[in-house]
Structure formats: C-alpha cells, structure tokens
C-alpha cells in the first residue's frame, strides 16, 4: 500500500512493507510506525504523537 510520510515541513512517498501488532504498527522503508490512541495516527515509534506521520490513502488513490 503507498503512504506519505509527513515531516514538519515536507512529505515524501513510502509503502507498507508489513502489517504487524495485529494492524497496529506499519513498516515503512525500515521504520515501524505506531498507531497512536490519542489521535489515532501512525507515528514513527520513538517520536511523541505529533511527530513524522503516514497519511494512508484509499484504494487506487494518486499520492503524487
């Protein structure tokens, strides 16, 4: 599945290289991403809740 990973100040394509913790971590390009209770985002782990993020699209949606 394609994602963007949103920085602070950019955003850059990835994909879901695997599904785990029974959907509630993303790998992305090496980096496992959580998601988070609070505001229900995945944010990369080790980062606080507002910190790099993945915005998943819908099915066949155009990311670039």
Request: hydrophobic content about 45%; proline content about 5%.
């Given at each position: ?9 950019s ?6 290289s695997?599904?785990?913790d ?21 944010v ?11 915005v ?9």
């Amino acid at each position: 599945m394609s994602v963007l990973i949103e920085h602070l100040a950019s955003v850059e394509p990835g994909v879901v290289s695997a599904v785990e913790d029974d959907g509630r971590a993303l790998v992305v390009g090496g980096d496992r991403y959580a998601l988070r209770r609070l505001n229900g985002r995945f944010v990369l782990e080790g980062e606080p809740y507002y910190g790099v993020r993945l915005v998943l699209s819908p099915a066949g949606a155009d990311l670039e």
